[in-house]
């Protein structure tokens, strides 16, 4: 009998898998660099504005996502618009994240591009989620 070996997809692998501690933020900067352009420079300037929001969280891959965590628990995260071949990239909050407003409030975003406007949101919101 022949023994296969089980290959997984990003949206298969486990939350850590492939990444530790050391060597997340460089996982986070490759993934964000092999992301296709416009999302390449939206990704680069959400890894600064979630890094300046929220210095307590460390950078790590997430089911093939870049995302941040604290204590081990992802906070936010975001993929490239062709990750699930949506179009328009997306920025998410875990349920681990303070944003819990009433009976209902939004986990994700869907971004077409950065403004001022929207990277001042997206600081508030971070902030909001870690404190």
């Not at 939350?15 to 990704?43: C, F, W």
């Not at 890894?47 to 300046?52: D, L, N, Q, R, Y």
């Not at 891959?61 to 628990?73: E, F, L, Q, V």
């Not at 699930?84 to 349920?95: H, V």
Request: with cysteine; charged share 25%.
């Amino acid at each position: 009998m022949e023994k296969t070996t089980k290959r997984t997809t990003p949206h298969q692998q486990k939350p850590d898998q492939g990444t530790d501690k050391a060597d997340g933020e460089s996982a986070v900067l490759a993934k964000i660099a092999a992301m296709p352009d416009p999302y390449r420079a939206m990704g680069e300037r959400l890894h600064v504005i979630i890094k300046t929001s929220a210095p307590v969280l460390s950078p790590k891959i997430w089911y093939g996502m870049p995302a941040y965590a604290r204590d081990g628990n992802v906070i936010c995260f975001f993929r490239d618009a062709q990750t699930f071949k949506e179009r328009y990239m997306t920025l998410g909050f875990s349920d681990k994240a303070n944003l819990d407003e009433g009976a209902m409030w939004p986990t994700a975003f869907a971004l077409k591009e950065l403004t001022a406007a929207e990277e001042a949101r997206i600081g508030a919101l971070v902030k909001k989620a870690v404190s």
